[in-house]
C-alpha cells in the first residue's frame, strides 16, 4: 500500500478549515499534517511539514493565498497548491493558476470534488471545478484577452492609488514599460480610466488580503 497523500489546509476560518480535515481524514490515503491560519503561517511552516498538497484559502490577512503561493513556489516548485474561495470570477482563477497553482476548487462544491481535485494534481495534472471552468469560459462566442502575470502586478499597484513613476521604482522598470502595461491593461479590461481600474479591482477581489482599504 502507498504513503498516503500529506495534505496541509491554510485558512483563517476555523470552522471551514475543521470541516475540510474531517471530509478528508475520512478517506484512508490522505493524511492532514496540519491546519495553518494564514499566509504568513504557511510561509514559516510548510517547509518543515513537508506536504504533498496545499489547500490554500485566497483571502487571509497579514499575507493573503496569492502570494503566500509564489513564496511557497520559489522555494519548493513541486508543491501542488490548490486554492479553496469563494470567488467564482474569472480574473480570480486566472490569476490564481498565473502565480502557480495547481487547481481551483469553490467552497460550495461537493464534498468528494476536494477529494478528486487533490488526486487529479497529484496525477500531475491541473484541476479546475465545474463552477471554476464555466467561470473561464468565454461568454457568447467572445474572446477577452487575459491579463499576464506582470500586468496583474501592475494593475495591483495602480488600483492602490500608485503613480507609473512609483510603480515604475517599485518593480525596477522604466516609466514607459508601466505606460504601456496600462494601456494593455485598460485595453483588455474595456477600461479608460485610472478609477475605472481602481473599481474593477475592487470588484474582482484583486485588492482582498493585500491589506489596502480605499
Not at 151 to 176: C, F, P
Amino acid at each position: 500500500m502507498s504513503d498516503p497523500i500529506r495534505v496541509v489546509i491554510v485558512d483563517d476560518h476555523p470552522m471551514v478549515a475543521e470541516g475540510i480535515q474531517a471530509i478528508l481524514e475520512s478517506y484512508d490515503d490522505i493524511t492532514v499534517l496540519a491546519t495553518l491560519c494564514n499566509g504568513r503561517e504557511a510561509i514559516e511552516k510548510i517547509g518543515g511539514l513537508a506536504p504533498d498538497v496545499v489547500l490554500m484559502d485566497l483571502n487571509m490577512p497579514d499575507i493573503g493565498g496569492l502570494t503566500a503561493t509564489e513564496i511557497l513556489l520559489e522555494d519548493t516548485p513541486d508543491l501542488r497548491i490548490l486554492i479553496l474561495s469563494m470567488h467564482d470570477s474569472p480574473e480570480y482563477i486566472s490569476t490564481a493558476l498565473s502565480h502557480g497553482a495547481r487547481g481551483y476548487i469553490l467552497k460550495d462544491v461537493p464534498t468528494d470534488e476536494i477529494k478528486t481535485a487533490i488526486d487529479t494534481v497529484m496525477q500531475g495534472e491541473r484541476y479546475l471545478c465545474t463552477g471554476a471552468k464555466g467561470s473561464l469560459e468565454p461568454v457568447d462566442g467572445e474572446t477577452r484577452e487575459q491579463l499576464t502575470s506582470r500586468e496583474q502586478t501592475i494593475l495591483l499597484q495602480l488600483a492602490q492609488g500608485k503613480s507609473n513613476k512609483e510603480v515604475a521604482r517599485h518593480l525596477d522598470i522604466s516609466v514607459r514599460t508601466v505606460e504601456t502595461h496600462r494601456k494593455n491593461i485598460k485595453r483588455k479590461l474595456g477600461i479608460s480610466s485610472t478609477a475605472g481600474l481602481t473599481r474593477y479591482a475592487l470588484e474582482h477581489g484583486v485588492l482582498q488580503g493585500t491589506g489596502v482599504e480605499l
